[in-house]
């Protein structure tokens, strides 16, 4: 799994330093998920990041939840997802904007139902609203 995706961070993990201070080697992990060196190495340095499995060993190993392998994202609870959900529920209930809307898949030819583009547009729009009227806050 990258790294970056759009030139965003997507998540860090804290591998090297959760196992060098369980006293084991980034040696004993490699030869312990029979995985690569290198592939162990580009974890480290956050180039890649394990599958839940191999990541699930790697706490087994070291004896840790998986999710201290994992630095914290900093986030905090504003709500968003609950207003987000509101607009949802506000833009197909009182504006009528259905959920889904029929496309002609040409691979499969023929009709399925899909999310509603229009629908996406406007939730993204209110969510960019939101991220601004919640950051001037902040500042």
């Given at each position: 799994?990258?790294?970056?995706k759009n030139n965003t961070?997507?998540?860090?993990?804290?591998?090297?330093?959760?196992?060098?201070?369980?006293?084991?080697?980034?040696?004993?992990?490699?030869?312990?998920?029979?995985?690569?060196?290198?592939?162990?190495?580009?974890?480290?340095?956050?180039?890649?990041?394990?599958?839940?499995?191999?990541?699930?060993?790697?706490?087994?190993?070291?004896?840790?939840?998986?999710?201290?392998?994992?630095?914290?994202?900093?986030?905090?609870?504003?709500?968003?997802?609950?207003?987000?959900?509101?607009?949802?529920?506000?833009?197909?209930?009182?504006?009528?904007?259905?959920?889904?809307?029929?496309?002609?898949?040409?691979?499969?030819?023929?009709?399925?139902?899909?999310?509603?583009?229009?629908?996406?547009?406007?939730?993204?729009?209110?969510?960019?609203?939101?991220?601004?009227?919640?950051?001037?806050?902040?500042?």
């Amino acid at each position: 799994m990258p790294r970056k995706k759009n030139n965003t961070v997507i998540q860090k993990n804290r591998i090297k330093e959760i196992v060098k201070a369980s006293g084991a080697s980034q040696r004993l992990v490699a030869i312990w998920l029979d995985v690569n060196y290198t592939t162990v190495s580009s974890w480290n340095s956050n180039t890649t990041q394990p599958e839940a499995e191999n990541l699930n060993s790697i706490g087994e190993l070291v004896e840790v939840d998986n999710r201290m392998l994992y630095e914290p994202q900093g986030r905090t609870n504003t709500g968003f997802a609950k207003s987000l959900e509101s607009e949802l529920q506000r833009l197909n209930k009182i504006e009528g904007i259905p959920l889904e809307v029929e496309k002609f898949d040409k691979k499969r030819g023929i009709v399925v139902k899909v999310n509603n583009p229009e629908l996406l547009k406007k939730l993204r729009e209110f969510a960019n609203g939101l991220k601004k009227h919640n950051s001037s806050n902040n500042s």
